[in-house]
């Protein structure tokens, strides 16, 4: 079964910072990874999918790479904002499954 | 854009009742997934479908059923239901098969009293 662990769980930083926020998982035979925001009580938002043959994806401050071989992504976040407070979640999917396994999240709070 | 669009939002029930939740997909995705959230924790694949018929089937309870209809709108429906069932309930689409994005609702809120 797959695990997803994510590091840190919590995470405050003042406005300007940039952000790394780690995931890992135990099944390394993945099709592809997807990297999720959700703020309090609302929906996933998807800002990147990484399919397993690449190495990082970009969009806008955000960048995420995948090295499928040791289980781990990870998202930068360039110049965090304030609008950037939410939880940030990481979901492989793994081979033969078509439904994706979440971690339990990174919260993230932005100062301004 | 069009979005997944999924009703009730809302919805408290008694213990014991019965409740349907439904999903209206992303025009053209194949793959309809519903998920639950409860309070603090992390979604839970409940069941998908690929092209109207069940492709996976993760923690859903047996007093819960789902189906896709010939629309391509999925159904959930929970019955004797649990204080335990009280949870955002999420529904998702995909598009080609494994290599494809899902993209989530809003969700639909239940509290069973």
């Known amino acids: 079964k797959q695990e997803v662990t994510q590091i840190p769980a919590a995470l405050s930083v003042p406005e300007g910072e940039n952000l790394v926020l780690n995931c890992s998982f135990t099944d390394s035979a993945i099709y592809n990874l997807q990297w999720f925001r959700q703020d309090p009580g609302k929906g996933l938002t998807s800002l990147l999918l990484i399919q397993s043959s690449q190495r990082e994806q970009t969009s806008g401050r955000l960048n995420a790479s995948l090295d499928k071989s040791s289980g781990r992504s990870t998202l930068y976040i360039a110049a965090s904002q304030p609008g950037d407070s939410a939880t940030y979640l990481c979901?492989?999917?793994?081979?033969?499954?078509?439904?994706?396994?979440f971690g339990s999240g990174t919260r993230l709070q932005v100062q301004p | 854009a069009a979005g997944v669009i999924q009703s009730p939002r809302h919805l408290i029930k008694e213990k014991r009742e019965t409740a349907t939740l439904k999903c209206y997909p992303i025009?053209?995705?194949?793959?309809v997934y519903w998920y639950q959230q409860g309070p603090g924790q992390d979604p839970q694949f409940l069941i998908s479908?690929?092209?109207?018929?069940?492709?996976d089937k993760g923690s859903i309870p047996d007093r819960f059923s789902a189906q896709q209809f010939s629309d391509y709108h999925s159904e959930l429906n929970m019955s004797s239901l649990e204080l335990g069932d009280s949870a955002l309930y999420f529904c998702a689409s995909s598009l080609q098969g494994v290599a494809g994005e899902l993209f989530f609702g809003e969700g639909s809120r239940l509290t069973v009293l």
């Open positions: 025009p053209r995705h194949d793959t």
């Open positions: 979901a492989p999917r793994v081979a033969g499954r078509r439904a994706l396994t």
């Open positions: 479908f690929y092209e109207k018929m069940q492709s």
